[in-house]
Nanobody, 124 residues
């Protein structure tokens, strides 16, 4: 599966953005989908994941209650709604795909497919 993230930009603190990740192919619904982010000089950080089929979600502590992950399998698209943005949310955001069965996996190295990132900059 090929992935392409979009929707990043510059926003003031407290604002909102919605990221999208478009997937190619007809197998999108069979993948667990996840958002990661990487700030300058930092390691890639887990943001949120949504499982295949049942759509169970799981969030990193730093975004819980502010971000919402969703997927539309009919449109082969993954979303990340980001509200109440903070300067520390500034990063390049990446979408990733893999098949894990019943596990929730938050380690970036376990993911096989990656999209090109989209930059989110939150000004104070």
């Amino acid at each position: 599966v090929q992935l392409q993230a979009s929707g990043g930009g510059l926003v003031q603190a407290g604002g909102s953005l919605r990221l999208s990740c478009a997937a190619s192919g007809r197998t999108f619904s069979t993948y667990d989908m996840t958002w990661f982010r990487q700030a300058p000089g930092k390691e890639r950080e887990f943001v949120a994941t949504i499982t295949r089929y049942i759509g169970a979600t799981y969030y990193g502590d730093s975004v819980k209650g502010r971000f919402t992950i969703a997927r539309d399998d009919a449109k082969n698209t993954l979303y990340l709604q980001m509200n109440s943005l903070k300067p520390e949310d500034t990063a390049v955001y990446y979408c990733a795909a893999a098949r894990f069965g019943d596990s929730i996996v938050v380690v970036a190295s376990e993911y096989v497919y990656w999209g090109r990132g989209t930059l989110v900059t939150v000004s104070s």
